[in-house]
């Protein structure tokens, strides 16, 4: 059964940082990508950052570039997003997907991606 869990979202004051991590389960093979989303109230979920397994391609959002960092974890399936000097406007629920390379990749838009874990919120406070 694929399983993706996210974790370590919480409140953070404006500047501050977190880290995020989305762990997946039950594949067996490398042939996917693993993407952030993220979605604010009343706004349409967007994509964040993304790592393809398959060819190491990554992808991130021109709005968070040089504040957030995509990277594998210790192991293969976990994927890491570092998310510095946060700002009021990064408050949203953000989710880990995949999507496989087969049928789309990190520029993929969220409908193509096909697992998705529940999301964990990340609140900044001014």
């Known amino acids: 059964e694929v399983q993706l869990q996210a974790s370590g979202g919480g409140l953070v004051q404006v500047g501050g940082s977190l880290r995020l991590s989305c762990t997946a389960s039950?594949?067996?093979?490398?042939?996917?990508?693993i993407g952030w989303f993220r979605q604010a109230p009343g706004k349409a979920r967007e994509a964040v950052s993304c790592i393809s397994l398959s060819d190491g391609e990554t992808y991130t959002t021109g709005s968070v570039q040089g504040r957030f960092f995509v990277s594998s974890g210790n192991t293969k399936n976990t994927l890491l997003l570092q998310m510095n000097n946060l700002r009021p406007e990064d408050t949203a629920v953000y989710y880990c997907?995949?999507?496989?390379?087969?049928?789309?990749?990190?520029?993929?838009?969220?409908?193509?991606?096909?697992?998705w874990g529940r999301g964990t919120l990340v609140t900044v406070s001014s």
């Open positions: 039950g594949f067996t093979s490398d042939d996917y990508a």
């Open positions: 997907a995949v999507v496989y390379v087969s049928s789309g990749s990190c520029y993929s838009r969220p409908a193509d991606f096909i697992y």
